[in-house]
Each structure stands twice: as C-alpha cells, then as structure tokens.
C-alpha cells in the first residue's frame, strides 16, 4: 500500500488543522493505520492509531482531548484533527499503515509509511 500524508501547514496556538492520509494499492479496509510524529532533533513518536474499520482508537497522553484519528475507508483515507494545537505539536507528521487484525495500541511496529507532512504551530 502507498500512503500519501497531507494537511500540513502553519497556524497559531489554539487553532486546528486536519491532516489526511490517502492510500491506495490495496484494499485499505484489511489495514491498521497509525499517525507518528518527529520534531527537530527529538525521536519519532506515537500519535494516534486506530483498527481496521475505526471502533477502536488510541492516543498518546499528550495528545488526549486534543487530536482525534478517524478514518474512511471508502475513501481509502485517514483522518487527523488536531486541535487546541500547542508550539510543542511542531513536528512533521507520518502516517503509517500494516495489514492485519491484530492491533497493539501504540506499537511503533508499522510496514507501510508515508512521505510526512509538515505541521508548525507559532506562538
């Protein structure tokens, strides 16, 4: 499957934006999909993920109450809006997918990832 991230851009603390991750190549119903994130000198790090046809979700603590991962597959899209955004959620954006049931909340472990789309939240 090839992801494609986008969405990305720069708004001011407290506004939103929403990135989508486009896939295609394969039936993305049969895919766990996951948002990662890497800021400037700091490691990549889990966002949010959510299983193959949306009812169950996951999020990093810091990220709870604020982003909310959706997804379409009938669109072959996943979904994140990003809220009361902080200086702090600077980073470029992943998306990452792997096929199969099993889902672990929060694994790193992903095949598939896109190119990033670059999100810069000013103060």
């Known amino acids: 499957v090839q992801l494609q991230a986008s969405g990305g851009g720069l708004v001011q603390a407290g506004g939103s934006l929403r990135l989508s991750c486009a896939a295609s190549?394969?039936?993305?119903?049969?895919?766990?999909v996951g948002w990662f994130r890497q800021a400037p000198g700091k490691e990549r790090e889990f966002v949010a993920d959510?299983?193959?046809?949306?009812?169950?979700?996951y999020y990093a603590d810091f990220v709870k109450g604020r982003f909310t991962i959706s997804r379409d597959n009938a669109r072959n899209t996943v979904y994140l809006q990003m809220n009361s955004l902080k200086p702090e959620d600077t980073a470029v954006y992943y998306c990452a997918a792997k096929r199969g049931s099993d889902w672990i909340p929060g694994s790193s472990v992903y095949r598939y990832w896109g190119q990033g789309t670059q999100v810069t939240v000013s103060s």
């Open positions: 190549g394969r039936t993305f119903s049969d895919y766990v």
């Open positions: 959510i299983t193959r046809h949306g009812a169950g979700t």
